[in-house]
């Protein structure tokens, strides 16, 4: 829910905050397959009303690079109509 203009920023802010040999847990709604992010939008408006700013997982990568983490697991979990994106980046 954080506006696109900020989404760097906020993985900058809490890579930030990762100490060396620690983990950053990033977590986001899947942006595919399509059903899926309508289905996640869907529900964060009629529940949250909110609307789902999507974040491209590769630029969360990148973002999480330039910040000195390397990314050591990737997740797709899927239950129901949810669909998540998880990823764990460990600072060197």
Avoid at 9 to 16: H, K, M, N, Q
Avoid at 23 to 34: I, T, V
Avoid at 36 to 41: C, E, T
């Amino acid at each position: 829910h954080v506006p696109p203009a900020f989404h760097r920023e906020v993985i900058a802010l809490a890579c930030e905050r990762v100490d060396k040999g620690g983990l950053l847990l990033y977590k986001d709604m899947a942006r595919r397959p399509w059903w899926l992010a309508v289905a996640n939008r869907a529900h964060d408006l009629l529940f949250a009303r909110q609307w789902i700013n999507y974040v491209a997982l590769d630029d969360v990568r990148a973002w999480a690079v330039e910040c000195g983490l390397r990314e050591e697991r990737f997740a797709a979990i899927r239950q129901l109509w949810y669909g998540h994106e998880m990823c764990c980046f460990r600072r060197k």
